[in-house]
């Protein structure tokens, strides 16, 4: 059995988790999971299934995994080779003069097609090489005649450095972009990470999957263990959501956390049959009049109005779009369709915290996997947006 316990600590190492977190999976103390990975407990038939369960393996993978990865090394040599040239690809593209005009990003995503050409590798050992490592995932795109991009197999970058996902702090900014959800949904991952990026904000992307003690998924942007967390509540939290929101808000035990003075926007996707391209919302009920913010989750409504009125105006304004032609998309804009006044809900959470300025701003589905001049042209008026209301220049910490 310590050949076992050997096995699964391998596995958990291998994935980069911590052991107080698959502990906390499973249901068990640290130490009691520690004795596990070092043989002095047996692992049991019933422990086992739930860690195959954890780890999304088979039993056979578990018990066989020291034999598997001597195999795997012969591998890796070639499996290094093919990701360095992808993630090549990925590093060339930032910065280009493309997409955005002068803003930097990185390319959204590379379909295979166009991987193949660069690195000369078959579909099967790109496929292969992505399932090695979190930098990278495989998009399959489903099949609706109004999309672009229909049935296209595409790998996306991943931004992650840290157990919980991503986070990326500036002690010199007090603007926040939040991502909760993760890689869940095409392109918000890369949306909200170019914002960040281009003006050096606080950034913190929810990236690993959380599993309810069910093992469904965890909602990212509702949920009782937000309710708990702004209320002070001892509570089983999911160690990896635990981390997500300490390292944004426990200033007993992190340094630059979102304070009084920071403005937080939350960026999440809507479903593609809500009735407007972005909705923003700020603490209010359902249907609410906009611009109302009594009760709200912002207290300097004149900064918000400013962003919102340049928002605004390059949602409805010509742009030079990602294929070099000019366009008029005139997106839509509505607030408070889905309504966020609850402390379930994680803006309402911050707020109740800190006092922040919390903006929540969900971005149609349809938008996110739209073709290039759609999708950039609407981050670029995000980005003309923020620029000139909330750069180091615009100092938001004064108004």
């Not at 090394?73 to 990701?83: M, T, Y």
């Not at 002690?171 to 939040?178: G, K, L, S, T, Y």
């Not at 402390?343 to 707020?351: A, F, P, S």
């Amino acid at each position: 059995m310590r050949e076992l316990g050997k096995n699964v600590k391998k596995i958990r190492e291998d994935k980069n988790f911590t052991q107080e977190y698959i502990a906390g999976l499973l249901g068990i103390t640290q130490s009691q999971y520690s004795r596990y990975e070092n043989g002095h407990t047996p692992i049991k038939e019933e422990l086992l299934y739930k860690i195959a369960e954890v780890f999304k393996l088979e039993i056979e993978t578990i018990l066989n995994y020291h034999e598997l990865v001597e195999t795997a090394i012969k591998k890796n040599n070639f499996i290094e080779i093919v990701l360095k040239d992808i993630k090549q690809m990925f590093k060339d593209s930032y910065n280009s003069k493309s997409y955005l005009d002068n803003f930097k990003c990185y390319s959204r995503f590379f379909t295979i097609p166009e991987i193949i050409t660069k690195t000369f590798k078959s579909e099967q050992q790109i496929i292969q090489s992505i399932a090695n490592t979190k930098d990278l995932f495989l998009r399959y795109y489903k099949s609706y005649n109004q999309l672009a991009f229909s049935d296209l197999v595409v790998v996306e970058k991943s931004f992650k450095n840290c157990d919980y996902g991503c986070c990326i702090r500036n002690r010199e900014n007090p603007i926040w972009i939040v991502n909760p959800i993760g890689n869940h949904t095409r392109g918000i991952n890369h949306f909200s990470f170019t914002i960040a990026d281009n003006f050096q904000y606080n950034y913190s992307s929810l990236t690993e999957e959380i599993l309810e003690p069910d093992y469904t998924r965890l909602i990212r942007n509702h949920s009782v263990y937000y309710h708990y967390y702004a209320l002070g509540f001892p509570y089983d939290y999911p160690p990896i959501l635990k981390q997500f929101l300490d390292e944004m808000l426990n200033g007993r035990k992190y340094k630059n956390i979102i304070h009084f003075n920071s403005w937080v926007f939350i960026f999440c996707s809507a479903a593609s049959g809500r009735d407007a391209d972005i909705i923003v919302e700020y603490g209010k009920p359902q249907n609410s009049q906009e611009n109302d913010f009594k009760d709200s989750t912002i207290q300097y409504p004149d900064k918000f109005l400013a962003w919102k009125a340049s928002l605004l105006h390059y949602l409805k304004k010509e742009h030079f779009t990602y294929t070099k032609s000019k366009k008029q998309f005139n997106f839509s804009y509505k607030e408070h369709l889905i309504g966020n006044n609850e402390t379930y809900w994680l803006g309402k959470c911050i707020h109740h915290l800190t006092g922040a300025n919390v903006v929540t701003v969900y971005i149609n589905i349809k938008n996110l996997i739209a073709d290039g001049d759609t999708y950039y042209t609407l981050l670029k008026c995000f980005l003309l947006a923020f620029h000139e209301n909330f750069s180091l220049e615009s100092n938001p910490e004064k108004s």
